[in-house]
C-alpha cells in the first residue's frame, strides 16, 4: 500500500488547511488509517485515525473540537480537516494505514504503512 499525502502549506494562527492522504489501494491489509506529526528532535505523535470499515474514529486530545477526519473509500482517500489552528500544530504530518481488527490506534508503533509527510506551518 502506497500512502502519498498532500494539502500542507503555511497558514496564519485561526485558520484552516486539509490534509489528504491517497492510498494505492484500500486492501484486506489495511482497515485503518492515521494521521501523525512530527517536529525535529520529538517522538512521532498521533493525530487521528479512522475505522475504514465503519468511520469510526480518535482524535488527540490536543486537537479535538478543531480537527476532523474522514475517508472517501471511493477515492481510497482519507482527509484531515484542520481548523482553528495553532503555532504549536507546525510539524510535518504523514499519514499512516495498517490492519488493526476494527481496533483503533494512535501509537506509530501500530502501522505499517507509511506516507512522506507534508510540512504545516502555522504562523503566529
Known amino acids: 500500500v502506497q500512502l502519498v499525502e498532500s494539502g500542507g502549506g503555511l497558514v496564519q494562527a485561526g485558520g484552516s488547511l486539509r490534509l489528504s492522504c491517497a492510498a494505492s489501494?484500500?486492501?484486506?491489509?489495511?482497515?485503518?488509517i492515521a494521521w501523525f506529526r512530527q517536529v525535529p528532535g520529538k517522538e512521532r505523535e498521533g493525530v487521528s485515525c479512522i475505522s475504514i470499515s465503519d468511520g469510526t474514529t480518535s482524535y488527540a486530545d490536543s486537537v479535538k473540537g478543531r480537527f476532523t477526519i474522514s475517508s472517501d473509500n471511493a477515492k481510497n482517500t482519507v482527509y484531515l480537516q484542520m481548523n482553528s489552528l495553532k503555532p504549536e500544530d507546525t510539524a510535518n504530518y504523514y499519514c499512516?494505514?495498517?490492519?488493526?481488527?476494527?481496533?483503533?490506534?494512535?501509537?506509530?508503533?501500530?502501522?505499517?504503512?507509511w506516507g512522506r509527510g507534508t510540512q504545516v506551518t502555522v504562523s503566529s
Open positions: 489501494e484500500f486492501t484486506f491489509d489495511v482497515d485503518a
Open positions: 499512516a494505514a495498517d490492519r488493526l481488527a476494527g481496533y483503533k490506534s494512535l501509537s506509530f508503533r501500530m502501522y505499517s504503512y
